[in-house]
């Protein structure tokens, strides 16, 4: 090929190895340039041991964030020490901007050989939630092994991540290598509790600065197993989008009295039943709108017959696999805004009739609905003027960011997870029932990707905000190998070559 190049016209030259590239190619990997500079994503013994101890170091600083007001402020910042001490490379490369944003958090701006190219984004945070001692097989915040797992609050939500990028950028610079394309790396102290502190003043921050970003990834989903009964492979679900939150206050008000002479009904009674009505009657099931649908597409061929050919039909089959899913409470979060009763206070003394009663709901609205719409239908259900409803906080369901082969941020994340993770063959789209911290910076790119590159199994979902939470060492390595990777394969990626018939 080199030497047919030489002799023929530029053009020509130029769209025979855009053609030669292009052909065959299965994946992105195949059209990157490998340059000799990339490093292997080998470690040593003892680096090995040292990363783990890192991460262990992490988890017993107890950052946690109880309320947006409470937070354990001494903790944020021995974390901030903490990592200056961890990745020493990092903190005192003359590649790397280092600045502390709304007190606890850090931006990181790695500058890039190729000031050209546009940088993307690292995101993780480092608070958790409150964790007590209760039910939990090792101190929360003991950072123990046992068994080859780190016992801990933050093993995967999401200290995991935080240590993982910044390890895995120690031991490229420690190898002398030098980023081509700039990034950011984003660490929130607050994103427990919403990221106003954190996220949102690094977005802002950004901002004035002019960046755009080609792509971020952050926590928000991961490579799943046996969340589908009958689907015994793994999966890797990339979430292109991210549901919508309204918490709502419901209230009633109602005349105190004396608890010997009741009257027929109270601002307790009255709001019971409003919440009850609210629990008993299900959001619309919005299936068949949203990325749901190419996500079942890409999952149809890995089931047997029959439910390869009903996943594979939805048109037809639609009514059936909407029941389906509605049966689990996770697939059910798919499908549908969720009502999650949360909080409810009433009553000062066992013989005063209570004045206030107060409820709160939390809905985690589906990415075809809106906040507004929610409200209305919340009204509705209700249905009685004495339940005042108060929105104390609500944003809409984000954008589906482009998971298509033209899709960077997607692109490289299903590269890396193919080269890492050999054994996950189905890499699918995904919706993130939860929130992150990505809402924050929608201003700056329309790429954001939710993902862990860890396996998780449905007891360990229950562990994230749960107890005994956990990360296997060996899971925890190749999430610091899979960031080495993805840092590299972000400097050799270049846009595929449109098909014939679209140029
Ligand atoms: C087709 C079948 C697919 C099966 C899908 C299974 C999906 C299971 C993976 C679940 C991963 C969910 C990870 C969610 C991360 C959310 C992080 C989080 O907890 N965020 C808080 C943020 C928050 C929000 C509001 C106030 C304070 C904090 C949250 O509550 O969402
Ligand atoms: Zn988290
Ligand atoms: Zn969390």
């Given at each position: 090929m080199a030497e047919l190049l030489v002799i023929l016209p530029t053009r020509a030259a130029v769209l025979l190895l855009f053609f030669a590239t292009v052909s065959g190619s299965t994946g992105p990997g195949s059209r990157e340039s490998r340059g000799s500079s990339r490093i292997p994503s080998q470690f040593s013994e003892e680096e090995r041991v040292a990363m783990k101890e890192a991460l262990k170091g992490a988890i017993r600083i107890p950052t946690v964030s109880f309320?947006?007001?409470?937070?354990?402020?001494?903790?944020?910042?021995?974390?901030?020490?903490?990592?200056?001490?961890?990745?020493?490379?990092?903190?005192?490369?003359?590649?790397?901007?280092?600045?502390?944003?709304?007190?606890?958090?850090?931006l990181l701006t790695v500058r890039g050989s190729d000031p050209s190219l546009q940088p993307y984004m690292l995101m993780a945070h480092f608070d958790v939630v409150p964790?007590?001692?209760?039910?939990?097989?090792?101190?929360?915040?003991?950072?123990?092994?046992?068994?080859?797992?780190?016992?801990?609050?933050?093993?995967?939500?999401?200290?995991?991540s935080v240590m993982a990028v910044l390890q895995a950028l120690e031991l490229l610079l420690i190898r002398k290598y030098?980023?081509?394309?700039?990034?950011f790396i984003a660490l929130g102290h607050d994103e427990e509790v919403s990221g106003t502190k954190g996220a949102q003043q690094i977005s802002a921050l950004l901002q004035t600065r002019g960046v755009q970003l080609a792509f971020l990834v952050d926590e928000g989903s991961?490579?799943?197993e046996d969340f589908i009964p009958n689907l015994k492979k793994p999966f890797a679900m990339i979430s292109v989008t991210e549901k919508g939150a309204l918490d709502l206050m419901l209230q009633v008000n109602m005349t105190p009295g004396h608890s010997s002479a009741p009257p027929k009904e109270t601002s307790i009674g009255i709001l019971s039943a409003a919440v009850s009505r609210l629990e008993q009657t299900p959001m619309p099931n919005m299936f068949g709108n949203g990325p749901l649908k190419k996500t079942l597409k890409l999952l149809a061929n890995e089931f047997s017959f029959p439910t390869n050919i009903?996943?594979?039909?939805?048109?037809?089959?639609?009514?059936?696999?909407?029941?389906?899913?509605?049966?689990?409470?996770?697939?059910?979060?798919?499908?549908?805004?969720?009502?999650?009763?949360?909080?409810?206070?009433?009553?000062?003394?066992?013989?005063?009739?209570?004045?206030?009663?107060?409820?709160?709901?939390?809905?985690?609205?589906?990415?075809?609905q809106t906040v507004h719409e929610v409200v209305e239908l919340v009204q509705n259900i209700v249905a009685d003027d004495r339940v005042q409803l108060h929105v104390l906080r609500s944003f809409e369901p984000l954008p589906v960011s482009p998971s298509d082969d033209q899709a960077m941020g997607y692109q490289l994340l299903q590269q890396t997870i193919q080269s890492v993770f050999p054994e996950v063959k189905i890499i699918v789209p995904g919706i993130c029932i939860g929130n992150t911290d990505t809402r924050h910076y929608v201003n700056?790119?329309?790429?954001?990707?939710?993902?862990?590159?860890?396996?998780?199994?449905?007891?360990?979902f229950s562990s994230v905000h749960g107890i005994n939470e956990k990360i296997s060492v060996e899971s925890y390595q190749n999430q610091v190998k899979f960031i080495f990777e993805l840092i590299q394969n972000a400097d050799t990626y270049s846009k595929p070559v449109p098909h014939q018939h679209e140029l």
């Amino acid at each position: 090929m080199a030497e047919l190049l030489v002799i023929l016209p530029t053009r020509a030259a130029v769209l025979l190895l855009f053609f030669a590239t292009v052909s065959g190619s299965t994946g992105p990997g195949s059209r990157e340039s490998r340059g000799s500079s990339r490093i292997p994503s080998q470690f040593s013994e003892e680096e090995r041991v040292a990363m783990k101890e890192a991460l262990k170091g992490a988890i017993r600083i107890p950052t946690v964030s109880f309320s947006h007001e409470e937070s354990n402020t001494t903790a944020l910042a021995e974390f901030g020490e903490y990592i200056r001490k961890a990745f020493p490379t990092v903190f005192h490369s003359n590649l790397i901007q280092h600045e502390v944003v709304g007190k606890y958090s850090h931006l990181l701006t790695v500058r890039g050989s190729d000031p050209s190219l546009q940088p993307y984004m690292l995101m993780a945070h480092f608070d958790v939630v409150p964790a007590s001692e209760e039910g939990w097989e090792v101190p929360p915040f003991s950072g123990l092994e046992q068994n080859g797992f780190i016992h801990g609050r933050g093993a995967l939500d999401n200290k995991n991540s935080v240590m993982a990028v910044l390890q895995a950028l120690e031991l490229l610079l420690i190898r002398k290598y030098s980023p081509k394309r700039p990034f950011f790396i984003a660490l929130g102290h607050d994103e427990e509790v919403s990221g106003t502190k954190g996220a949102q003043q690094i977005s802002a921050l950004l901002q004035t600065r002019g960046v755009q970003l080609a792509f971020l990834v952050d926590e928000g989903s991961f490579i799943l197993e046996d969340f589908i009964p009958n689907l015994k492979k793994p999966f890797a679900m990339i979430s292109v989008t991210e549901k919508g939150a309204l918490d709502l206050m419901l209230q009633v008000n109602m005349t105190p009295g004396h608890s010997s002479a009741p009257p027929k009904e109270t601002s307790i009674g009255i709001l019971s039943a409003a919440v009850s009505r609210l629990e008993q009657t299900p959001m619309p099931n919005m299936f068949g709108n949203g990325p749901l649908k190419k996500t079942l597409k890409l999952l149809a061929n890995e089931f047997s017959f029959p439910t390869n050919i009903i996943l594979g039909n939805l048109w037809l089959f639609r009514p059936i696999v909407s029941r389906v899913m509605e049966r689990n409470p996770i697939t059910n979060a798919l499908v549908r805004t969720t009502t999650a009763l949360t909080m409810f206070n009433a009553g000062i003394k066992v013989n005063v009739i209570p004045p206030l009663a107060q409820a709160t709901v939390n809905f985690r609205i589906h990415p075809s609905q809106t906040v507004h719409e929610v409200v209305e239908l919340v009204q509705n259900i209700v249905a009685d003027d004495r339940v005042q409803l108060h929105v104390l906080r609500s944003f809409e369901p984000l954008p589906v960011s482009p998971s298509d082969d033209q899709a960077m941020g997607y692109q490289l994340l299903q590269q890396t997870i193919q080269s890492v993770f050999p054994e996950v063959k189905i890499i699918v789209p995904g919706i993130c029932i939860g929130n992150t911290d990505t809402r924050h910076y929608v201003n700056l790119t329309n790429g954001l990707y939710r993902f862990n590159p860890v396996f998780l199994k449905p007891q360990d979902f229950s562990s994230v905000h749960g107890i005994n939470e956990k990360i296997s060492v060996e899971s925890y390595q190749n999430q610091v190998k899979f960031i080495f990777e993805l840092i590299q394969n972000a400097d050799t990626y270049s846009k595929p070559v449109p098909h014939q018939h679209e140029l």
